[in-house]
């Protein structure tokens, strides 16, 4: 069983809200879900899809062919029908579309007539053709009307009887109207985790002890403020939207510097302004985490699109040298325990972490069967209360072996904390020293960026490692590349390694050595300048084979990917 929905139509349709909600009913059923969406950047109008796709076993990327298109507006009809599998059925209302689709394999399913009798809003269409999804796969109508209910219980019983009053019906009609339909699903399982890339950094964060967030809201990184926001009071954290990314950034630093964990988020443009804050967390040794929610730029490009190009620019970000680490996971997993270890990492040596997130992770859903909670790391390490006060003398940027001077927090004892954005001495008082210059430097670059080269993992290896071809991706491409190479390894021998710890790469050892010894290194990247490939050879002289690219907005497709990966091995 290995199904995928595809619900298309004008923005203000409700296609988020109906794909979000069979999602919650698939999680519920117990089965794997992976969902997408493509959405244009206005509030109304224009043509939107949200994907999702479902099975027993692990998905990780959306397929090209749809089983089940459920369509709002004639435009998804046109565009998607193409796209229907050898078993693909089309849902539409003919009194929504103003038209009756003549095609064979559609079904015309009474959305608005249902809304209408059942005594809801015209917008209760939507839940008769959540309804009518479910009953032509064969959802335990229990589960679909659990799901419903839950999702409308804040609305009082009245609101909530007429939405599963709906849902019911638009499940019944399509189970009539659909004999031949020959979907399954297996019986119902214990309910999966269904979780989005945002909403798996934001809850990182926030079992990490994030106290302070601030952010102006920018596509695609929103959600993170969204669900800090809804959340903040069961974790006791501060949420203040700022008026730009400028003053975002700065209120950050200064909560991090007054003692709190603190983070910020937003995408391509927001960073831009971003970048003078970024080197002043830098000079003055402040932690800070950053995540970057990439989208395809120059400029305001696409907003609502999704690409991995500000790889480089994250790297190279701020004026002057100081240490920084990037991470960039593949999947919401790894964004849940990668932002854990950025608050580690970024409080043990006081620097800035940026995480790169992209648009398709950033908006896509995952089912997982759990997360270990047990594996999360906190540790304060910043000098408090009597610890603080018992201290013979303070310095803030005292020189040490490790270049890690000691964190006190202001006000927590009668010690007085300084820093300064100019270059400045121990103490955190302003310098133009030669010597002290350079030692400072000599701190905060090497010193420390020896020490966090060490916590890096290795890249995931994945497929046959004894292959002589491996395919190298980082970041969101994790899911595809993994799908594509488990096609490929049916016929051919290959493997895949994957990065999310970009920034410093980990010390040389097994994984570069393992990576010399291939014939071909074909790399991935959903840019069109290759910045990964360009940062491993900076960064160890090793030179990939081949490039494939994807820089059209769109994600990697796993069909395609499989033959553009054959088109280098053969």
């Known amino acids: 069983m290995n199904y995928s929905i595809k619900i298309g139509g004008e923005a203000g349709q409700g296609v988020q809200t109906v794909g979000e909600t069979l999602c919650q009913i698939f999680a519920a059923s117990g089965l794997h879900v992976f969902s997408h969406q493509d959405y244009e950047s206005r509030i109304r109008g224009g043509h939107n899809f949200y994907q999702i796709r479902i099975s027993e076993d692990s998905v990780m990327c959306p397929k090209e062919k749809v089983d089940i298109l459920l369509a709002f507006d004639y435009e998804s009809v046109r565009l998607h029908t193409p796209e229907l599998s050898e078993i693909g059925q089309i849902l539409y209302d003919s009194q929504i579309l103003k038209t009756k689709i003549s095609d064979s394999r559609s079904i015309d399913v009474p959305f608005l007539k249902i809304a209408r009798e059942t005594g809801g809003p015209d917008i209760a269409s939507n839940i008769a053709a959540i309804g009518a999804v479910c009953g032509i796969l064969g959802v335990k109508r229990e589960i679909l009307l659990g799901v ?107 909560a991090s510097f007054a003692g709190v964990r603190s983070m910020t988020a937003t995408s391509g443009g927001g960073f831009a302004l971003m970048v003078e804050g970024l080197s002043l967390a830098g000079m003055t040794e402040t932690p800070l985490v950053i995540v970057l929610a990439q989208r395809p730029g120059p400029a305001t490009g696409l907003p609502t699109k999704t690409e991995a190009a500000d790889l480089l620019f994250a790297l190279f970000a701020g004026h002057g040298e100081f240490s920084r680490i990037i991470f960039a996971p593949g999947t919401p997993l790894e964004a849940f325990y990668l932002t854990n270890k950025a608050f580690h990492l970024s409080e043990k040596y006081q620097v800035p972490v940026i995480i790169l997130s992209d648009q398709y992770l950033a908006d896509s859903q995952w089912t997982f069967d759990s997360l270990d909670l047990e594996s999360l790391r906190y540790m304060d390490m910043r000098l408090r209360g ?150 491993l050879r900076m960064e160890t002289g090793l030179a990939v084979h081949r490039n494939i690219n994807r820089f059209d907005g769109r994600p990697f497709g796993v069909e395609d990917l499989v033959e553009r990966i054959y088109a280098h091995i053969e």
């Open 148 to 254: 419903v209910t839950n999702i409308f219980a804040k609305k009082g019983f009245e609101t909530v009887a007429k939405n599963v009053e709906a849902a019911q019906a638009g499940y019944d009609y399509a189970i009539k109207a659909c004999i031949m339909c020959p979907f399954r699903l297996p019986e119902p399982r214990p309910r999966k985790i269904l979780i989005s890339g945002n909403e798996a950094i934001a809850l990182g964060a926030l079992v990490s002890g994030l106290k302070f967030y601030s952010g102006y809201p920018m596509t695609p990184s929103t959600g993170i403020l969204n669900y800090v926001a809804e959340h903040s009071l069961t974790f006791g954290c501060i949420v203040e939207q700022a008026e730009d990314e400028i003053a975002a950034i700065n209120m950050v630093i200064g």
């Open 386 to 535: 009597a610890s603080f006060e018992n201290q013979k003398g303070y310095k803030r940027h005292l020189f040490t072996d490790t270049g890690v001077s000691p964190l006190g927090v202001p006000g927590d004892a009668r010690h007085l904390v300084v820093t300064d954005s100019d270059e400045h001495d121990e103490e955190g008082h302003i310098t133009e020293d030669r010597e002290l210059r350079k030692r400072m430097v000599e701190k905060r670059l090497f010193k420390k960026l020896t020490l966090i080269r060490r916590e890096i993992d290795e890249p995931t290896v994945y497929g046959d490692v004894g292959a002589d071809i491996a395919v190298l991706c980082w970041g969101s491409t994790y899911g595809v590349v993994k799908e594509a190479i488990d096609r490929i390894l049916k016929d051919f021998p290959i493997s895949m390694v994957h990065f999310k710890e970009m920034y410093p790469l980990p010390y040389e050892g097994h994984w570069l050595e393992f990576l010399k010894k291939k014939r071909i290194l074909i790399n991935v990247e959903q840019n069109a300048t290759s910045q990964f490939a360009k940062l």
